[in-house]
């Protein structure tokens, strides 16, 4: 059973950081995406940021795209998402996802793309 546990979030002021993590488990495979993605009030959850984690190869989102970097510890099945520099239109809950075995690809920041979710952790960025 597959299992996504994202933590590291909390309240900050504008400028701040954060690091975000997601501890996956119950599956083997060493080569998937995983994405992070945030919703905020009446608004859709939209792609932040996703992993390759066979290579490690990245993709952003344009807004946030050299403030954001995601990460990967293998040995310990997490991910991660350092957010620095945050900005108050960056609150939102904030989701890992995980697309194993998927038969359908829309790219690696589209929700659609992933099949296993996390249970989020809230991000509040204060000005």
């Known amino acids: 059973q597959v299992q996504l546990v994202e933590s590291g979030g909390g309240s900050v002021q504008a400028g701040g950081s954060l690091r975000l993590s997601c501890a996956a488990s119950?599956?083997?495979?060493?080569?998937?995406?995983m994405g992070w993605f945030r919703q905020a009030p009446g608004k859709e959850r939209e792609g932040v940021a996703a992993?390759?984690?066979?290579?490690?190869?990245?993709y952003y989102a344009d807004s946030v795209k050299g403030r954001f970097t995601t990460s990967q510890d293998n040995a310990k099945n997490t991910v991660y998402l350092q957010m620095n520099s945050l900005k108050p239109e960056d609150t939102a809950m904030y989701y890992c996802a995980a697309a194993i075995s998927t038969r359908s690809w829309f790219g690696p920041l589209n929700m659609r793309s992933y099949n296993y979710w996390g249970q989020g952790t809230q991000v509040t960025v204060s000005s």
């Open positions: 119950g599956y083997t495979s060493s080569s998937n995406y």
């Open positions: 992993i390759y984690t066979g290579t490690g190869s990245t």
